[in-house]
């Protein structure tokens, strides 16, 4: 049975937006091996189906069954749905404020780092988490809001492909190809300056803090990182993460001094 799993293989990576290289080093094989996979030619131990089912946001069960992650229903405000479907398992609206701050938000982040070799989508997504996340452990409000869901490369911010596909049509980004080392990479070029009228004194002194703590590190270095974090810890996998979860820290990631309070 499990080997009818390797013919949804190349499916489920591409739709995922995964490299055959990326898949290989995650599961600890060369290249070669998992393209026999792919191919069906060699079989899947139950190790690495767990391991799968896991970067797939899938039950061991379900991934044996040949099941698909059933997508996410996002709903930009101002953005008519054109299918409603019972099937789906979280619908989320994002609000216009939100997009909007979250834009401007995402073009400073490219100003200051983004030319950095490191500076990839995956980095971005554990970036914009730390910055969301970090500002609500320290000031107990919202900066952005956003949803994060929890996957097996960390937290992944809800909206992403939409808000930049909208800033692209506007001409505020531009999103490009490269390679950090030998594998490949999505990275985001800003076409204009942020708006920082959008956000206060502290919000932007506190996201140069986290890019300062965290904009060095690799996508491995930053999952690994956020791995660690209470929030995506105590999540489902699939499932939005917790705000209110950063006051159950650990020392590792916590960001703010609960003895000055007490």
């Not at 039950?59 to 019972?86: C, R, Y």
């Not at 070799?117 to 971005?124: C, D, E, F, L, R």
Request: aromatic fraction near 10%.
């Amino acid at each position: 049975m499990v080997y009818k799993i390797n013919l949804q293989l190349k499916k489920l990576r591409e739709k995922a937006g995964m490299s055959q290289a990326y898949m290989a080093k995650t599961l600890e094989m060369s290249r070669p091996t998992y393209i026999q996979l792919e191919k069906g030619v060699r079989e899947l131990t139950i190790s690495e189906a767990e391991k799968l089912a896991s970067i797939f946001g899938l039950s061991l069960d379900k991934f044996l069954a040949g099941k698909s992650p059933k997508p996410l229903n996002v709903i930009l405000e101002k953005e008519k749905s054109k299918k409603k479907s019972e099937k789906l398992d979280i619908r989320i609206s994002v609000p216009q404020k939100n997009v909007k701050k979250f834009t401007e938000v995402l073009l400073y982040i490219l100003e200051k780092v983004g030319a950095k070799p490191n500076i990839g989508q995956t980095v971005i997504y554990k970036l914009l988490y730390f910055i969301d996340f970090d500002f609500y452990e320290k000031y107990e409000e919202q900066l952005m809001g956003c949803v994060y869901i929890k996957n097996h490369f960390g937290p992944t911010p809800v909206g992403f492909d939409k808000i930049v596909e909208q800033m692209k049509k506007k001409g505020e980004i531009e999103k490009v190809k490269s390679k950090y080392f030998q594998y490949e990479q999505k990275k985001y070029l800003p076409r204009r300056k942020p708006n920082l009228s959008r956000l206060s004194g502290l919000e932007v002194a506190h996201i140069d803090d986290v890019l300062n703590r965290l904009s060095d590190k690799s996508a491995k270095e930053l999952s690994e990182y956020s791995h660690s974090d209470v929030p995506w810890i105590t999540a489902e996998d699939g499932k939005p993460m917790s705000y209110e979860a950063v006051f159950y820290r650990t020392n590792e990631t916590s960001q703010r001094e609960y003895k000055d309070e007490l």
